[in-house]
């Protein structure tokens, strides 16, 4: 309700009133700079107390976001990935280095990608991202484990840094095989650290994806990495359609189960020059398969001296041209692929902690569906009932435990897979739990679906991977079958847990492995094969050639020689790492003060709120894709 106006003849009683009815210029004037003044006080205390906006100027929490770097869709099988350009800048200043990054490799088919610097203005160097970060947060409550953070760096108090919260005040830490394992003085067990769904779907990163095919290696015969089960004296219901453009995989409905299966393998970056430069890929046994790794897309950046790449005047040079990239001519020039950056690009670990995510067609009304994952040797099933929708977890290994889960029972849940449809499904095995998703939604079970897998494999010496003749087991980790059921499977999905590195050494010797790469022979021991091991030339090599022979990954020494990494926190000490773990500067590798007190704590970071804009086909067309909710 509006204010009745006074009477004609009454007196004004307030400036303000006056003012209001008879503006004046100089007052008007006055009046604007105060409104401009108040706006810059209320910016500030909304900067100051409620949230401030910050930009990435690393990739060390790749690829949940971006520092400096390229964004591209890969020449090959057309996927959008994102490449670091960091070293394009000076980490104090950020003013230009002396190096440019010229080419990267894809986050799926691991295809070679040259950047285009002279025709496609999308090669261009993007900015990282631009955040928005809550002041307000930790004003009323206490950081949670998994929370991305900006903190003041505790020995340079002027630098900011942002990671996600790993460790909490009063934790013992031990970093394993990847995980984060707890312990209080009010829980002394050592205990895994997991995440909750919602953060599993946010940190797994993409292995492979049948949406992007490779079309040029496709066209000279390159398998399908989703393979059917071979069994002994019973045909495969399978039959795979893999083209430039398409994959799907069609199940006919038999008594006995049949499954299709991933086999983890790529071409190195030098066979793919061989075949971008007119050579054939050769045979390539389908069955065949390495090791899943931390290998992050990120990470593959090559670079190049400025200079061979731009004149003084800023202009490239005249022999790079859209037909000779930087790289082509960096090639011609000597430049080897299977060095340098190669060395870390393979990724050294083996992560176990998988997830897989399907696109099906279900045309039976009845049947049994099953999704299987593998880590240790031990299969871990998820089996659905098609006519009632009923889902049962089960383990199948040797020497499984009678009471593997807490209830004793093996949990089961009611799901939406209920007869015929379209569906998608989603199962995790990350930090010793299983998780479902049917259509996006977490499946809930009946009890819970956390296990111990020291109770699986006790033995430090026994968390490896595993392969035997019939059945190979970690060889081909993920899989997905049916039993009297007819389904298509339109689109296949492999991810993978960030796996947390135990750095190893000190100092300027600090080295972001669990292996120590600077005893090469150790890691040559680990070789049984002796005429191979005399081949090999570098740590990298070393693991690379375990990885992709199953058949040596139960008598190897390698897995035994990963380190591990332990801190003690106090009461208000926090312990944060990267999600970039092979490239982050975080509390693992800080000299004498690995955490963060309460006091230098920023704040929690929200969203993505301005990544870089694309340069075409329109300059500065926002890039929508990239904004939202930092989980």
């Not at 303000?16 to 700079?33: A, F, H, S, V, Y």
């Not at 769904?197 to 994806?209: E, F, G």
């Not at 004793?408 to 095995?429: I, K």
């Not at 120590?516 to 005429?531: C, E, Y």
Request: glycine share 6%; charged share 20%; aromatic share 10%.
């Amino acid at each position: 309700m509006s204010a009745a106006a006074p009477p004609k003849s009454s007196a004004k009683s307030s400036e303000e009133t006056l003012d209001e009815e008879n503006p004046t210029k100089p007052q008007g004037t006055r009046e604007t700079i105060e409104s401009i003044i108040v706006a810059f006080i209320l910016a500030f205390l909304f900067r100051a107390f409620v949230a401030e906006a910050f930009v990435i100027p690393t990739g060390s929490m790749a690829p949940t976001l971006m520092g400096a770097h390229k964004d591209l869709f890969c020449q090959h099988c057309g996927e959008q990935y994102q490449a670091s350009a960091s070293s394009e800048f000076n980490s104090g200043d950020q003013a230009p280095s002396p190096y440019v990054t010229v080419g990267s490799t894809c986050s799926t088919c691991r295809g070679l990608n040259k950047y285009d610097l002279h025709s496609n203005p999308n090669a261009a160097t993007f900015s990282g991202d631009r955040i928005l970060v809550s002041k307000f947060d930790y004003i009323f409550q206490q950081p949670q484990r998994w929370e991305v953070l900006v903190f003041k760096y505790p020995l340079e108090a002027h630098m900011n840094y942002i990671k996600r919260l790993i460790g909490l005040p009063g934790e013992s830490l031990l970093i394993q095989e990847g995980d984060i394992y707890t312990q209080t003085a009010d829980a002394p067990q050592w205990t895994i650290a997991r995440k909750p769904p919602h953060k599993i779907r946010a940190m797994q990163q993409i292995v492979a994806d049948t949406k992007y095919q490779p079309a040029d290696i496709i066209a000279q015969g390159w398998p399908s990495l989703w393979q059917p089960s071979p069994a002994a004296d019973v045909p495969t219901a399978w039959q795979i359609e893999q083209a430039e453009e398409q994959w799907s995989a069609q199940l006919s409905a038999t008594a006995q189960p049949q499954w299709l299966r991933y086999y983890h393998k790529f071409l190195d970056d030098s066979a793919w020059q061989q075949v971008m430069s007119g050579g054939r890929v050769g045979q390539v046994d389908p069955y065949s398969s390495t090791l899943i790794t931390d290998y992050l897309a990120y990470n593959s950046s090559y670079q190049l001296e400025r200079e061979r790449i731009y004149l003084r005047n800023g202009a490239l040079r005249p022999e790079i041209d859209s037909d000779n990239t930087a790289m082509d001519v960096a090639i011609a020039d000597g430049l080897q692929l299977d060095g340098g950056r190669q060395q870390s690009n393979d990724g050294h670990h083996w992560v176990g902690d998988l997830a897989a995510e399907f696109d099906i067609e279900v045309a039976s009304s009845s049947g049994t569906l099953l999704l299987d994952l593998v880590e240790f040797g031990v299969h871990f099933r998820c089996t659905i009932d098609v006519a009632t929708g009923q889902a049962k977890l089960s383990l199948e290994g040797d020497a499984i435990p009678a009471e593997v889960w807490g209830e004793g029972s093996a949990p089961t849940a009611q799901t939406a897979v209920r007869g015929a449809g379209s569906y998608n499904l989603e199962l995790a095995n990350f930090d010793d739990q299983l998780v479902l998703w049917v259509n996006g939604r977490v499946v809930e079970f009946d009890h819970s679906t956390q296990f111990d897998s020291r109770k699986l494999r006790p033995k430090n010496d026994d968390r490896r991977p595993y392969w035997t003749e019939t059945d190979p087991l970690d060889a081909a980790p993920l899989g997905i079958g049916g039993q009297d059921l007819q389904l298509t499977v339109n689109r296949a999905r492999v991810y993978r847990d960030i796996y947390y590195i135990a750095v190893q050494g000190g100092g300027f010797a600090r080295q972001y492995s669990d292996y120590d790469l600077d005893r090469l022979p150790p890691l040559l021991a680990a070789i049984p094969d002796s005429s191979l091991r005399g081949r090999v030339r570098s740590a990298s090599e070393a693991i690379s050639a375990v990885y992709s022979h199953p058949q040596w990954w139960e008598q190897t020494s390698l897995f035994s020689q990963r380190g591990t990494l332990g801190f003690q926190l106090e009461a208000d000490q926090y312990f944060p790492m990267g999600d970039n773990s092979s490239h982050s500067s975080d509390a693992r590798a800080w000299v004498g003060h690995n955490y963060v007190e309460q006091k230098y704590l920023l704040g929690k970071a929200l969203l993505v709120f301005w990544p870089h804009t694309w340069n075409s086909p329109i300059p500065f067309t926002p890039n929508f894709a990239r904004m939202g909710l930092i989980r």
